[in-house]
């Protein structure tokens, strides 16, 4: 017994035991008390009332819920904090009787700012909900049902079969009912689950649930005891998948939200996932709203000991609160990430939740299915031999004689091998040959035949091909170079051999026999006697364009690669084998259900592969990969994957997936080639790298700046700064970095995956932010000195001349914090010692020096300068500043060497 299982396996594990006790289930009376209805296939009479009592049969995809969008797109953490800077400006305009248009300029501001990041997102997720709506594909909308028939008073047999069939009614899926009695046959989507009562010859395709591109074979007949899982239960049917050949009776034993399909639906809406870029803002703002806890008590208390102006003090400290916070960050993600989704699209690639993009460039781990991504979901011929493994024309000209004039429903065989490159060289043969007669196929046989007449010499050669066993059995002699040869134990040793190394390959194997035909009789079963061997037929999975090299582009920007699937062990291998995927560890599903998540982690580094999972497992595994601080990414198709695709970091399908798939996934790719995955995630670290830019730049500086006010506060005896000028600073810094949004992005910094670090954060401001407060200090001193020594004064009585000095003073201390904010842009945008190597483009550089203009007129505008409290400072000053910014420059590249010395790394 395991010590813990994860809710998502007890999930897993109960419908097992569902689907199995009811696969059990023999008699009709037994299967109507499990499933607690009225009878087994109802009556026309009692339709009406058993709708009403039933739910519904739709499973419901999740609409678009605009009220819900806009509340989760406003009420984030940071937000949060925008808000309550906003209404402290407008407190501040009400307070000061509707004077200081500042004040309402910057709630203004913030609030638009706040308003235009969220209409950005809501619109971008409305497109792409809309653009998956489109996308998605239809399925079955009516269904055949057989009602008004006793099935206690009448047996299903072969001879019943045909009158049951014709007494079958279309209804729509909506009407249908638990305990109905349904006809199913070829290119039918299964419309519920269903317990198969009688089949004939009944092939269902399970591979939007299990990943299995090869068909199951379904029959009345229990074989619970043997099933490993539940899609191997022989008499057992699942909503959305489909029938590939044959025709069956069942009884619907689950519909809408309550079949396999309903309960993974279930699992999705109520699965709520936190990605990595939603956790990295939180944990920002966490840090953000713990340094204003910190440095706004010491301002207020400072200040408000020295001047006991204690109104004043606390406006100067919400000041500091206020310059503390990057506003702009929440326009700076949504322009980054439209900016990066908008180059997407013109790629084919839809973004239905704006953060995937930055997610997907942040994934280390991708977990991909096999089919459908890696794979086409179709197979082709590789190889055909004759019984010694050499390759033999005639065996391709037999194979496709039989697929191509056999008259049932061509399978992916019969296709792969008419469309097989060389037969071009056979296509000739028709118009050579004539059907005439056919020994169709059945799953008891495994094996079909036909009869074809030549038309010029009226040979006739009997041809079957079907299951390796099969066509040996039946085989006596075999063909060798011209003669047929009696087929002795060592030869069939020799040929079981050599398809235990084919089907170790992960071929799948189909044998092909002949004989010449002799005489008028009727073609019987009686013929597939005595045949001749003639050799194999190899088929292996179409592996996607471009597959290869996607892998080796994912391995060279650091994304380990991991194949999640419910196809078998041999194909999964040989599709591996195919791509060059290197194995490090194979698991299957078995094994990981008796392991214990503590068990499960301690081997997920060391595998790459596994295989015959279940939709919980694919989820559970995505899960713990998750706990070892990995970034998932996940790539799927099916209805299988949905739960995975929901639980990963960033879900990726494809357009022709299904509709569950598609609504549970991030990104959609409308286009086959995987290589886009390669500029998605190029494109998602560019963004991550202009964003944590801003974030660790601004933060440093307005650390920088919020500490030398702090230092000021206890050494000055009045304020370093005028509360407007904090908050007017802090909007033209706001301003400017829009212009962040199009900066490059050095080639070093996306080859590997990165995410947020806020220790990194804190440790960058720390380093780097004392810079501006150094310079700032030194601001004091060289203002103090020009200015009588006001900035080395213990206490300054109020007077008109010293008030015009401690304006001067502000004035410095505003230019030269405005000029210091935008030299550290220049200087910490990039790692580089010299930033000429990695120079800004001009999109970045314009707007700077815009602003920089704007900060040295300000104090010479009459009426700005008033309402800003600006007075222009010793025209000789400004050559104390140009020194300054020289010192600034030295020691900012100082402390970059230093940096990168001891932490490795910049941003």
């Known amino acids: 017994m395991r010590a813990k299982k994860e809710m998502s396996n007890s999930v897993d594990n109960n419908l097992k035991t569902f689907y199995q006790d009811l696969s059990n289930t023999t008699s009709l009376v037994d299967l109507k008390n499990n499933l607690a209805v009225p009878a087994v296939g109802y009556q026309s009479s009692a339709v009406a009332a058993a709708l009403a009592a039933q739910s519904s049969n739709v499973i419901k995809t999740k609409g678009f819920n605009f009220f819900k969008q806009i509340i989760f797109t406003f009420l984030n953490p940071f937000n949060l904090l ?13 307070i000061g009787n509707y004077q200081d ?17 969220a209409i950005i997102s809501i619109v971008q997720d409305y497109k792409s909900f809309r653009t998956t709506k489109q996308l998605a594909s239809l399925v079955t909308k009516t269904t055949a049902v057989i009602r008004d028939y006793d099935l206690g008073t009448h047996q299903i047999t072969s001879l019943t079969i045909a009158d049951l069939i014709n007494r079958s009614i279309k209804i729509p899926v909506d009407n249908l009912l638990v305990g109905d009695l349904i006809y199913l046959s070829t290119g039918d989507i299964i419309p519920g689950d269903v317990k198969i009562i009688y089949a004939n010859n009944f092939l269902v395709n399970q591979a939007v649930l299990n990943g299995e591109s090869t068909p199951a074979y379904k029959t009345s007949t229990n074989n619970s005891e ?15 998948t489909s029938v590939s050949a044959g025709s069956a009776i069942g009884v619907v034993i689950g519909t809408g939200k309550n079949t396999y399909l309903g309960s993974i639906n279930q699992e999705i809406k109520t699965t709520k996932v936190t990605n990595s870029f939603n956790i990295g803002l939180v944990k920002i703002t966490r840090l953000i709203i713990l340094m204003i806890l910190v440095m706004v008590p010491v301002v207020l208390v400072l200040n408000g000991i020295r001047t006991h102006e204690w109104l004043d003090a606390l406006v100067l400290a919400m000041s500091v609160a206020v310059g503390l916070t990057p506003e702009s960050l929440p326009m700076i993600v949504a322009a980054n990430l439209t900016k990066g989704s908008k180059k997407l699209a013109k790629q084919k690639v839809v973004i239905k939740q704006l953060d995937a993009v930055q997610n997907l460039g942040a994934i280390d781990v991708l977990c991909t299915d096999k089919t459908g991504t890696l794979t086409e979901d179709k197979i082709i011929l590789d190889r055909y031999y004759n019984y010694a493994m050499i390759k033999s024309p005639q065996v391709l000209k037999y194979a496709f004689l039989n697929s191509y004039f056999q008259t049932g429903m061509k399978n992916q065989i019969d296709e792969a091998i008419i469309n097989y490159p060389q037969s071009r060289f056979i296509t000739n043969l028709p118009l050579e040959y004539q059907l005439q007669g056919e020994l169709p196929f059945d799953f008891t046989r495994r094996r079909m035949s036909v009869l074809m007449q030549e038309k010029t010499t009226q040979q006739q050669v009997l041809i079957t091909k079907g299951a390796f066993e099969e066509i040996l059995n039946i085989s006596e002699y075999y063909f060798d170079k011209g003669l047929v040869k009696k087929l002795d134990r060592d030869t069939k ?25 002799e005489g008028d009789q009727p073609l019987t079963l009686a013929a597939e006697q005595q045949l001749i061997f003639l050799g194999f037929l190899c088929f292996k999975d179409l592996i996607k364009k471009d597959v290869i090299n996607t892998l080796k582009l994912l391995k060279k920007y650091g994304v380990e690669t991991k194949i999640l699937t419910g196809d078998s062990q041999q194909v999964t291998l040989a599709v591996c084998q195919q791509i060059g995927f290197q194995i490090n560890g194979i698991l299957d599903g078995e094994e990981i259900d008796n392991m214990t998540d503590q068990q499960l982690m301690e081997v997920l580094n060391k595998t790459n592969i596994f295989v015959k999972l279940t939709p919980f497992q694919k989820a559970r595994i995505i899960e713990l990969l998750q706990k070892k601080k990995h970034k998932v990414g996940f790539l799927g198709d099916g209805i299988n994957d949905a739960i995975a695709l929901r639980k990963s970091d960033v879900g990726i399908s494809v357009a022709n997936a299904t509709d569950i ?8 790719l409308l286009e086959k080639s995987l290589l886009v995955l390669e500029n998605g995630i190029i494109e998602g670290r560019r963004i991550f790298a202009n964003i944590i830019k801003y974030i ?23 304020a370093p700064m005028a509360p407007i000028q904090i908050l007017f600073q802090n909007l033209l810094y706001d301003i400017s970095q829009v212009a962040v949004v199009f900066d490059n992005v050095h080639p070093d910094f996306i080859k590997k995956p990165r995410g947020w670090n806020t220790k990194g954060l804190i440790s960058f401001a720390l380093w780097n932010g004392p810079s501006v407060t150094f310079i700032s200090i030194l601001n004091f001193i060289v203002s103090g000195i020009i200015l009588s020594s006001i900035a080395l004064a213990s206490s300054l009585a109020p007077s008109v001349t010293n008030n015009h000095l401690i304006s001067q003073f502000q004035t410095t201390m505003f230019t030269e914090g405005a000029i210091l904010h935008m030299m550290m842009v220049m200087m910490m945008r990039t790692n580089k010692i010299n930033i000429f190597k990695d120079a800004p483009p001009l999109k970045l550089v314009v707007p700077i020096a815009m602003i920089l203009g704007v900060v040295l007129v300000l104090p010479y505008l009459p009426k700005i ?9 010793d025209p000789i000053w400004y050559a104390y500043l140009a020194g300054l910014l020289v010192i600034f420059i030295i020691i900012s590249s100082l402390l970059k060497i230093g940096y990168l010395k001891i932490y490795k790394k910049w941003l």
């Not at 300068?865 to 400072?873: A, D, V």
């Open 82 to 94: 925008l808000i309550f800077i906003c209404l402290f400006n407008l407190t501040k305009y009400i």
């Open 661 to 668: 798939a598609k609504e549970a996934a991030d990104i959609i």
């Open 226 to 240: 043997q099933a490993a899982n539940i899609f191997d239960l022989n008499n057992i049917c699942f909503m959305g």
């Open 865 to 873: 300068s008033t309402w800003l409290q600006l007075t222009p400072p």
């Open 101 to 117: 248009n500042l004040d309402l300029a910057s709630a203004i501001i913030v609030a638009v700012m706040m308003f235009l990041s």
């Open 493 to 517: 040793i020799k040929l079981l051999d050599n398809a235990l190394q084919l089907n170790q390959q992960g071929m799948r194997i189909i044998a092909l026999a002949y004989q010449n035909y």
């Open 696 to 718: 660790k730049v601004t933060v440093a500086a307005n650390f920088g700046l919020m500490l030398s006010l702090v230092i000021a506060s206890a050494w000055l005896a009045f």
